[in-house]
């Protein structure tokens, strides 16, 4: 993890509509971007960043570079994954949404084989709030702080971000993880990264109840390995829905003509989240507000 | 995107995968034309199971018979869907039935095969003896021996199973595929091996590459009906237009209420949901127009799809406050102000918005105070709070009763 | 297996690969029926190079013409290959011209893409601009980029070429070929390319594994000339036979001697031969019947080939002395002086060979006795030790002198 | 490197003609083939090995295996070699031939990230007379001894043992690389291995003129990094041959279009190779007879 503020930053994709805008705001932020990469544009600037047609065309010019942030079209996104790999690039975020998942597939094997952190597809990206800013986070809702937050939703992370702001809370990392059914860093990765960093005093996971995500995961994981305090709120735990399969593999179950079989349980996937932070006496806020005043209590039992 | 029985073994002659002769039936009148010797199975072409106990499968002896129960099919519906067309097959006798898989599985991220000794419609009896292989490289055919010796099989089988797996996997990767299934796989008494009954479904993100597969399941109109649970719609709220390059919006009417709540984002929309009914609301509708990080989404493009959203939900006549809560950000939040401003003026002067429809939005945005602006002759109710924003959208509410 | 460049073209149209219009002409009458509008290109399909310099590419305006050249070209040799039938091809206004290919480097033991920013018929110009590029792991679209800018291509013509040369890695793939060679690819003023000359060659162990390329090259039936220099014969020997699971037997004549060597193992040959060319012999034909390691070689066959290769050997009338030099192993070496003997005493009998025809036979194999035995009542001399074999046959060749 | 006599064995494609023949071969040298693999066969037995239909299989009730003899079908190779690494196999023999240079280029992408020594494909593998045979080589023509031979040709190899043992000069090891275009382990691999080996005292080349061999890479190869001595043998060097393209990657000269351009020099391929060893000054003989003598001078000056 190396998300100092003068990390070596790289935006993929920086002609795109979304590539310009959001490497504008990045670097307005304060985030070192050194380079924007769009085949054809070799040559040109975008906001005054030099744009190179080949990612292992900038690295000579701006020495090595530690993450790239990529905003490419769905179907051009594993090869420009696989061009930053391959040009030594160890961290890499993918706010692009509408990946084919076996190219995340493909993307995922690459970045286990180099040891490559991967955050997204579809998601806002990292902030270090009074930092660095890698994705598309709006930055004012954003108060340096030791709360950090792990999600996979995408403006709920703002949403919950900006609650504790206006609390006077502030956070020492903020990431959303990306909402697909694959996604190259999960909830575990970021809740043994966060549990090491020394900046973070209670950590914080942002789930749903439905959906494809690993909260039941999560909560396992906090039970077993995380000695630092973790609050999860989990959206949707009021709203009625349809009953679930109980099987770990959602995407599985949710295809198979021989689903039923695989039910474990008949009780909502919903219910089952719930249950697995409520098992390991994980504190789990229904609303912000309740999110808040859990947040607060275990930052001053940690202060004792 | 389901794929019909018809179309999934389309696809399986493609690759080999040994299937049974057989005929696509439009109407009752193709069996006159059929090419296929009695015995022959109809079967019904759709997508929800259970057809079988449904009535949707009838084994018939001869033309007359089988026109009649090619009508009896066509007018079956299995689980509220009727069929366009029916497959016609012959008969085999299988010794044996297995149950085989390939499937991405999500917390592997990995593609796994799946193998039952068992196969068929008791899915309690075919998931006693499941076995999964897990493909952790690159695929290679020992992956799917090492399914056919777990599924306990021997000799000649222990190649002809995987042979097929082989080849289901190839599909899988080719056509970037969410699922390919054969159940069952019939095995006759001299160790031969028939696909029997497969499934196929397409990846909604990949298809678009794979024009071949556009082209086969825009064959046949009937889509799958859309679900209307909020677990459901998290994920489905927008689906690929076949066409358009942006998602399409879907509104999803919930019963009894009387709110409308139109958000960008799928777990904002159910944060507020959640807050709704806490305070004791009920939704009428619910709409997400988007996260506002999805790919190419210019300001211009997020403005739009509010306004075709703002279109959509008050087409819903039970909507009768509307609570819109936006975070904006690349998109500036007093664009979006000025789109909604512009939206209540012109539906609010043709009379097609009700006299005492109510509308708040909730706006995080670092345009706040320009947006407050833009609003300032309509009577919409703007709030940053958005603990605030459900009391107001509740204070309305109770003020209409 | 060198494709024709109509074939080659079949496979790029197939892979999307932008091609000129063309029509395959079998013979000069086929040109009153063609469907592509005049100026025209006729060339002489052949594999050999050097056409266009040989006068086998030809513009024509008019049908009249057109029948004209073609009959030319028929009956034009290029470097001794008559063609069976010539591409029509439309014209093409080429701005710049580019040089492409995909190859397998046996040394890096990876694919490489080749480009030059020069292409066409000029090869020291085109090899002063060579760039090239290994595909170290998987392949993905970066890698074609990587080449288009070492070839220094700039905007649009960084995609345009890199598209191409992704779809001749995917064919290169598919098809598992040895060579996708695209020169000139054609670039208008306008940056648009198109591929106007092709050239695959498909991998002669791979090949059996695509039926659809066994096809398309089984169409025509002039195949690539034999090269009887053993730089080539080395591997060359064995030829796979279309339908059959060996190799073919193929006996390599050389000049002006009269001394046949059969062995098994190229390496074996060849040391042969320099021993006999040391001695002073010529050889007039030899042929390898193999390596005992061939696949699925079992004794029976490598007795087949060897009874095989005999009667090759024979053939040639120039032969007046046979040296056969065998290592034998799995296959029992008396076994192999079995068949020898027994093609003796058939031949021999049946006056098929000359009366004053002799044969050495050079054993190792720890059935030597035995093989001894076999040949007791042969006029063949059998000795374990190589120098000594050649030591013998060149006195056989002396005392005929 | 592990070629000791207790070194664990198995025979890949055990029911085909050639696997079932050489297995019993091998059995017979003394070699300790505890496993052969055949999907279908499980359960039987070949010449008392007992046959598993997957590799994995053998393992539980063998133990570790050290290394694979393959002997399926060419267009079943791949599968065969991929199936023994992920097995944990980290030595890999393959005698079949005929394979596809592509399924080669996967091969050997796999090997060298698992760190798997490939050896052939098309080659009779290795023996260390006296102690083990691994592969298809007559092991009465061997005798145990201090030269170590690597060579990419046949029954050559053969020969050229044989004629060393009928001289009284023994061998620590034979190895026959392979003559396909893409083979698994080069000359200069297995020189570094023989070096490094301490009951090598001499090392023995044996190439062809002509061919896809390497032979030309080995003599610069010895120059710069082989300390024991090496003598060469090269066939063909009396044969008349064709003059051929003087590029470094054979296989690409003799394929493009544009050919004539890569030629360097206008000699044979044959007298660029003898060249190689003769700037070397690295022995070179050529005919067997002539490599004894020099195989005999370098061993005896090496006593002193």
């Given at each position: 993890m190396n998300f100092d503020p003068d990390t070596k930053v790289l935006v993929q994709g920086i002609v795109e509509p979304l590539g310009s805008v959001h490497a504008a705001l990045m670097k307005e932020y304060g985030t070192n971007i050194v380079a924007g990469v769009s085949p054809g544009y070799g040559g040109q600037e975008v906001h005054g960043i030099p744009v190179f047609d080949l990612v292992e065309q900038a690295i000579p010019v701006m020495g090595a570079i530690d993450t790239s942030i990529i905003f490419v079209p769905p179907y051009e996104l594993l090869d420009a994954a696989l061009e930053a790999i391959a040009a030594g690039i160890r961290q890499i975020i993918?706010?692009?949404?509408?990946?084919?998942?076996?190219?995340?597939?493909?993307?995922?094997?690459?970045?286990?084989?180099?040891?490559?952190?991967?955050?997204?597809?579809?998601?806002?990206?990292?902030?270090?709030?009074?930092k660095i800013m890698l994705g598309t986070h709006p930055g004012h809702l954003y108060l340096p702080g030791s709360v950090g937050i792990i999600s996979c939703?995408?403006?709920?992370?703002?949403?919950?971000?900006?609650?504790?702001?206006?609390a006077g809370i502030g956070q020492s990392i903020v990431v959303g993880i990306g909402s697909d059914a694959i996604v190259g860093s999960s909830f575990s990765q970021w809740l043994q990264m966060l549990d090491e960093d020394e900046h973070t005093e209670a950590i914080v996971i942002v789930g749903e109840t439905g959906g494809n995500g690993a909260e039941e995961t999560a909560a396992?994981?906090?039970?077993?390995?995380?000695?630092?305090?973790?609050?999860?709120?989990?959206?949707?735990?009021?709203?009625?829905?349809?009953?679930?399969?109980?099987?770990?593999?959602?995407?599985?179950?949710?295809?198979?003509?021989?689903?039923?079989?695989?039910?474990?349980?008949?009780?909502?996937?919903?219910?089952?989240?719930?249950?697995?932070?409520?098992?390991?006496?994980?504190?789990?806020?229904?609303?912000?507000?309740?999110?808040?005043?859990?947040?607060?209590?275990?930052?001053?039992?940690?202060?004792? | 995107m389901d794929l019909l029985e018809y179309q999934a073994k389309e696809l399986f002659r493609e690759m080999d995968i040994p299937v049974l002769p057989s005929q696509r039936i439009d109407r009752p009148t193709d069996l006159k034309g059929l090419k296929i010797p009695y015995p022959?199975?109809?079967?019904?072409?759709?997508?929800?199971?259970?057809?079988?106990?449904?009535?949707?499968?009838?084994?018939?002896?001869?033309?007359?018979?089988?026109?009649?129960?090619?009508?009896?099919?066509?007018?079956?519906?299995?689980?509220?869907?009727?069929?366009?067309?029916?497959?016609?097959?012959?008969?085999?006798?299988?010794?044996?039935?297995?149950?085989?898989?390939?499937?991405?599985?999500?917390?592997?991220?990995?593609?796994?095969?799946?193998?039952?000794?068992?196969?068929?419609?008791?899915?309690?009896?075919?998931?006693?003896?499941?076995?999964?292989?897990?493909?952790?490289?690159?695929?290679?055919?020992?992956?799917?021996?090492?399914?056919?010796?777990?599924m306990g099989l021997e000799g000649n089988l222990i190649q002809a199973v995987s042979d097929i797996l082989e080849k289901m996997y190839q599909l899988f990767v080719q056509r970037d595929l969410d699922l390919v299934?054969?159940?069952?796989?019939?095995?006759?008494?001299?160790?031969?091996?028939?696909?029997?009954d497969g499934k196929v479904t397409a990846n909604d993100d990949a298809i678009a590459r794979h024009p071949d597969l556009v082209k086969l399941v825009t064959k046949t109109s009937n889509r799958p009906k859309m679900n209307a649970s909020i677990a459901q719609s998290s994920r489905m709220t927008e689906e690929k237009a076949a066409e358009g390059d942006f998602p399409m919006l879907t509104l999803h009417p919930a019963r009894d209420g009387n709110i409308g709540v139109l958000c960008n984002g799928a777990g904002l929309l159910l944060t507020t949901l959640d807050l709704i009914y806490l305070a004791g609301g009920k939704p009428a509708s619910?709409?997400?127009?988007?996260?506002?990080?999805?790919?190419?989404?210019?300001?211009?493009?997020?403005?739009?799809?509010?306004?075709?959203?703002?279109?959509?939900?008050?087409?819903?006549?039970?909507?009768?406050?509307?609570?819109?809560?936006?975070?904006?950000h690349a998109t500036a939040g007093d664009r979006m102000a000025v789109v909604i401003a512009e939206y209540w003026q012109k539906r609010a002067s043709k009379a097609r918005l009700p006299n005492d429809f109510k509308m708040i939005l909730r706006l995080v945005s670092s345009e706040f105070s320009r947006a407050q602006e833009s609003l300032k002759d309509c009577p919409v109710t703007i709030v940053e709070n958005l603990e605030q924003a459900i009391h107001q959208t509740m204070g309305l509410v109770k003020s209409k009763a």
């Open positions: 993918i706010v692009t949404t509408g990946i084919p998942p076996l190219d995340m597939v493909q993307l995922v094997r690459q970045a286990e084989a180099t040891d490559t952190l991967v955050v997204g597809p579809n998601c806002p990206g990292i902030i270090v709030p009074g939703t995408g403006t709920l992370t703002y949403e919950i971000a900006y609650e504790l702001t206006q396992h994981y906090i039970a077993e390995a995380i000695d630092k305090p973790a609050i999860a709120y989990l959206a949707g735990q009021h709203t009625p829905q349809e009953k679930r399969r109980g099987h770990a593999a959602t995407l599985i179950a949710s295809k198979l003509s021989v689903k039923e079989g695989l039910t474990e349980t008949d009780d909502w996937g919903a219910e089952r989240k719930i249950q697995a932070f409520k098992q390991h006496k994980i504190p789990l806020a229904d609303r912000p507000s309740t999110l808040i005043k859990l947040v607060k209590k275990a930052l001053s039992a940690r202060k004792k | 022959v199975v109809l079967k019904s072409q759709v997508r929800a199971g259970g057809r079988g106990k449904a009535g949707g499968v009838k084994f018939v002896e001869n033309t007359i018979d089988a026109v009649a129960a090619a009508q009896t099919i066509f007018h079956l519906p299995i689980v509220g869907e009727y069929p366009e067309v029916l497959l016609a097959e012959a008969k085999y006798n299988a010794d044996r039935e297995f149950y085989l898989a390939v499937v991405l599985d999500a917390s592997a991220r990995r593609p796994i095969l799946l193998g039952s000794k068992i196969g068929g419609i008791d899915a309690e009896a075919v998931m006693e003896q499941m076995q999964l292989v897990v493909v952790d490289g690159e695929f290679s055919p020992f992956y799917a021996r090492r399914l056919a010796l777990k299934e054969i159940n069952p796989l019939g095995v006759s008494a001299t160790g031969e091996v028939m696909a029997l619910f709409l997400n127009i988007g996260e506002a990080i999805l790919q190419a989404w210019t300001p211009t493009v997020l403005c739009d799809r509010l306004e075709r959203g703002l279109e959509l939900i008050t087409r819903d006549k039970n909507v009768e406050v509307l609570l819109i809560n936006l975070h904006c």
